[in-house]
């Protein structure tokens, strides 16, 4: 092989190996816009109200609580939504979770805990006692050692011990260290003026039967609408208004169960999805409750897999 052709082909590489790179970069920049520039606007909540916030994570759970500049957070969503969740946040000048519950070790409810801990100044973390051998939960605790977090796991489910959240008072109805994770949920209710709101996690009907329950405006519905728990002598207890179920438009196990779904009609319950409703935002005087939908997604798990996507279609077609 003569000299010239060798320098040609050499030249001829160099020449795609820098198209490819250049390739790379306005893909990478691409990328940085689509997934790092999430258009949260500033709601200008009004901070003399209760407002919860029911986040559209997709197939997981996430809720954000606030009022008179106080701040709860309920839950993380999966591990790609912690960063939407952090930049909704920081769009409503949130820089400190008071009260951060994750109510047990599944991955769609601690996933995105990571990211928060690591943007957020944190109160008080409260988690149940028990643990996992996911690598998801194994990255939430080196993060809370990093970050040197206040963790609680000694809190105590009590009908009587009422903690404050500005003007509202919360309290914690279960806990539990036992080795079924969706059962060891923190069930939390809040009580602002004559409205009263509950969270169930994953709980089922087991714990359903377990508690003295109050009577309740809007029912957080437990573990997406599952059939194992929203029973028929749960709603008789508790006659809540109004059912927010958190769920992804595609899931492995069909939630909502249709007979939750039925059943909760069947009881007069005004119902509403994340997959269908978007985000949804509960404002509240004390006395009156309004229910907006806004069309906010903080679910960072498609997003997430079309640039994977794309960034192995272009490493594919360089190493071909």
């Known amino acids: ?3 010239k052709k060798v320098v040609s082909q050499i030249l001829v590489f160099l020449i795609f190996f820098v198209i490819i790179i250049i390739a790379v970069i306005i893909q990478n920049n691409n990328t940085s816009t689509e997934t790092n520039s999430p258009k949260y606007a500033d709601l200008n909540i009004n901070k003399d109200e209760l407002n919860i916030f029911y986040l559209n994570v997709g197939q997981g759970d996430s809720t954000f609580i606030t009022i008179n500049g106080y701040n709860m ?3 993380s969503g999966n591990d790609q939504d912690g960063y939407y969740i952090v930049e909704f946040l920081k769009a409503q000048n949130v820089k400190k979770i008071d009260y951060f519950i ?19 100044e944190i109160g008080v973390l409260y988690m149940p006692g028990n643990s996992n051998k996911t690598q998801t939960y194994k ?3 080196s993060t809370i050692d990093e970050k040197n977090i206040n963790v609680d796991t000694t809190i105590k489910a009590s009908n009587d011990t009422e903690y404050s959240l500005g003007n509202a008072k919360w309290k914690v ?11 060891s949920s923190i069930v939390t209710e809040i009580d602002y003026g004559k409205t009263k709101y509950l969270f169930m996690g994953d709980a089922t009907t087991k714990i359903e039967k377990q508690i003295e329950w109050n009577k309740v405006d809007i029912l957080k519905v437990a573990h997406h609408g599952s059939d194992s728990s929203t029973s028929q002598e749960f709603l008789d207890k508790i006659s809540p208004k109004y059912a927010i179920i958190s769920v992804g438009n595609t899931n492995a196990h069909d939630f909502p169960k249709a007979e939750i ?3 909760l009609k069947n009881n007069d319950i005004e119902t509403y999805r994340t997959d269908q409703d978007g985000t949804i935002w509960v404002t509240s005087d004390g006395t009156t409750i309004k229910i907006n939908c806004i069309e906010y997604n903080l679910d960072g798990t498609g997003r997430k897999q079309a640039i994977i996507f794309k960034r192995k279609y272009l490493y594919a077609f360089f190493f071909c």
């Open 73 to 75: 957070l309920i839950d």
């Open 139 to 141: 990255k939430l605790i």
């Open 261 to 263: 779904i039925e059943r």
């Open 1 to 3: 092989m003569n000299k």
């Open 102 to 120: 994750l109510t047990h070790f599944d991955e769609d409810h601690i996933g995105g805990a990571y990211k928060i801990l690591e943007e957020l």
């Open 173 to 183: 109805l279960n806990i539990n260290d036992g080795n079924d994770l969706n059962d």
